[in-house]
């Protein structure tokens, strides 16, 4: 590339032709510099995660057996093969109660314990500090240690129930016991997570509204019920669209503690979809649950999404 | 009003906060320890002798501090190889996110282009797919390219999977700066890669640190991939290792605990000296601020 001095040199017609193609370079430049950009970061997205999915819906088409060459095409044979399992709809069904009975407990912990935390006293730092490492915990490090402590021979639980002189039960192999297991393990990492994003919100109220009703004489419950949850609207719709999408992805808790048992008593989704795959080996199967998993996030997640965004344009209105 | 009832008034008002101060650490005492009482309990293991492992009465404190878990897991399990390959390919893909993620974040957040919606929707839809959904045929297209087992497709895979929430963090770091500076420089006669290294770069470094942190502990932390994509001493992650403590004929618990101790220093580390990030980082697009 020519430079200041050679520029000089050169003399001002070649100078003016330099700018009109250093322009044109420029404008090319701007024109599809995001998509330069960009092009790395979707590339390796597109191949690794967009690419597959498309491929598992091909697959969820084919009766693709990993053992066996011939894939034949069965149309919507998977889907209808899914949907009509007795499983299945044991496996869903347990796992809509499961996410509704977790997002119950975390939100009204982590709600709670946000309002404590929004308290302005000494020590405040630390109690949050520590509130954020369940949550970073890895789940299989958590699933081991609720495993552990629900040990039927040697757990915390049991020692503590024979302690008090309860009779010990067996957590992980009874039924209900095995699902009340799995929850705590669950809310356990999400109780944190929703905490974090409470704060935050609770952080970022305005003032003025609660100055003026403590002036008018409204009751701290009332303050909670008729101003912090409306203005937290937005941040409480954002934080069960996420725990309603991670808790239709529980894997790692559940292969840990439980193996989906006793018998189908704890197996959710993501497990459910694992299993038909890398144990039965039926990919075909599997691919079809995985988009019916996707497809069903999706659509518990458009009433959030219409309703804020009805409650974005009523505010927009009272503005 | 006299002063002497805004004296009283200030009075009450002060031993009520008194008793209120109280209540706010009693309550959150009791949850914090109830919330940490897992943690507490692995740690309180993996430094116990055998006897006290397989003891159904409650002993809280050890008796005896045993370091032979910490030994076992070097000696008799694989816990060096799988601490290893972890950092190996957590150390790749923070090199790719960090390479790849801002100039797509800033592409995202100060430019206007065609297919930018398309683009940012899928961005928050690869949030939401199960991974289970997607690590399927990552299985089949790795085996077809016989990269089963290899740093190569952990890292790819990871840094694909930590992508999306790392130009969706990077890209609020970046609106957050005035567009006058990068504006300026751009008339200058800066290129767009050059405005990112020289000028967007140094100025985001929270947003950098926050994002490689979180994409460290959700490669160090994650068990799907390399439990589908390797299935060898090689590269097996230490999420994978912690399953082979599970024996034939039950848990190995004191060397499992002493392992899981290992793997949860990093989160600590993290949580101590990057608290304010990490927090920022979690919270970014949920809340405005």
Not at chain 1, 114 to 141: D, E, K, S, W
Not at chain 1, 295 to 300: A, D, E, L, P, Q
Not at chain 2, 224 to 242: C, D, P, Q, R
């Amino acid at each position: 590339m020519a430079g200041p001095a050679e520029n000089r040199i050169i003399g001002i017609e070649s100078r003016r032709e330099h700018i009109t193609l250093r322009s044109r370079l420029d404008a090319w430049q701007a024109r599809y510099a995001p998509y330069w950009l960009l092009l790395p970061a979707l590339g390796i997205i597109g191949a690794v995660l967009l690419y597959p999915l498309v491929h598992a819906l091909y697959i969820s088409f084919l009766d693709y057996k990993l053992a066996r060459s011939a894939r034949p095409f069965v149309g919507l044979g998977n889907y209808i093969e899914a949907v009509t399992s007795a499983s299945f709809g044991t496996v869903l069904a347990q796992n809509i109660i499961f996410a509704v009975v977790c997002i119950l407990v975390e939100f009204t912990v982590a709600m709670s314990t946000a309002l404590l935390l929004n308290r302005q006293f000494r020590g405040r730092a630390i109690y949050r500090v520590f509130f954020l490492l369940p949550m970073l915990t890895a789940p299989v490090l958590a699933g081991f240690n609720w495993r552990w402590i629900f040990n039927d021979r040697f757990g915390l639980m049991n020692q503590i129930f024979i302690g008090v002189g309860l009779a010990p039960q067996a957590w992980l192999v009874e039924p209900n016991l095995a699902r009340l297991s799995i929850v705590i393990a669950t809310v356990w990492q999400g109780i944190p997570f929703v905490m974090i994003l409470m704060l935050a919100g609770l952080q970022a109220l305005p003032q003025p509204p609660f100055e003026a009703a403590i002036v008018d004489g409204a009751t701290a419950w009332q303050r909670l019920r008729l101003l912090t949850l409306p203005l937290m609207r937005p941040v409480i719709a954002v934080a069960l669209a996420l725990r309603i999408i991670d808790l239709f992805r529980v894997f790692d808790v559940i292969y840990i503690m439980t193996l989906g048992g006793p018998g189908h008593a704890t197996e959710l989704l993501p497990f459910y979809i694992y299993r038909a795959a890398f144990s039965q080996s039926q990919f075909g199967l599997a691919s079809a649950l995985s988009w019916i998993t996707v497809f069903i996030t999706i659509v518990m997640l458009i009433p959030l999404f219409l309703n804020e965004r009805s409650g974005a344009e009523s505010e927009k209105l009272n503005a | 009003m006299t002063s002497q009832t805004q004296a009283s008034r200030g009075f009450r008002f002060s031993g009520r906060r008194l008793a209120e101060d109280t209540a706010t650490y009693v309550v959150l005492s009791v949850v914090l320890l109830i919330m940490m009482t897992p943690i507490l309990w692995l740690i309180l293991t993996s430094i116990r002798p055998l006897v006290e492992i397989a003891s159904t009465r409650l002993i809280l404190i050890p008796r005896r501090l045993v370091l032979d878990n910490y030994l076992a897991v070097f000696r008799d399990y694989e816990m060096a190889a799988y601490l290893q390959n972890t950092l190996i390919v957590c150390g790749g893909v923070i090199a790719t996110n960090m390479v790849i993620g801002p100039p797509a974040a800033y592409a995202m957040s100060r430019y206007s282009f065609r297919g930018e919606k398309a683009v940012l929707f899928g961005l928050v839809f690869m949030r939401m797919i199960p991974l289970v959904a997607v690590i399927l045929p990552l299985f089949i297209i790795f085996s077809t390219l016989r990269l089963l087992n290899s740093y190569a497709a952990l890292i790819i895979a990871h840094t694909a999977f930590k992508l999306p929430v790392t130009i969706w963090l990077l890209r609020a770091f970046i609106a957050d700066l005035p567009r006058e500076l990068d504006d300026s420089a751009r008339v200058d006669g800066a290129s767009p890669l050059g405005v990112i290294v020289r000028i967007v770069i140094p100025l985001i470094k929270p947003g950098l640190a926050a994002t490689a942190v979180l994409a460290f502990l959700a490669t160090w932390n994650d068990l799907l991939v390399t439990l589908v994509l390797s299935n060898t001493i090689k590269t097996e992650m230490v999420a994978l290792g912690l399953t082979k403590f599970v024996l034939e004929y039950g848990v190995a618990w004191g060397p499992l605990t002493a392992a899981g101790v290992l793997m949860f220093i990093p989160t600590v580390v993290f949580v101590f000296i990057a608290e304010r990030y990490l927090v920022r980082g979690l919270t970014m697009g949920a809340v405005k601020e």
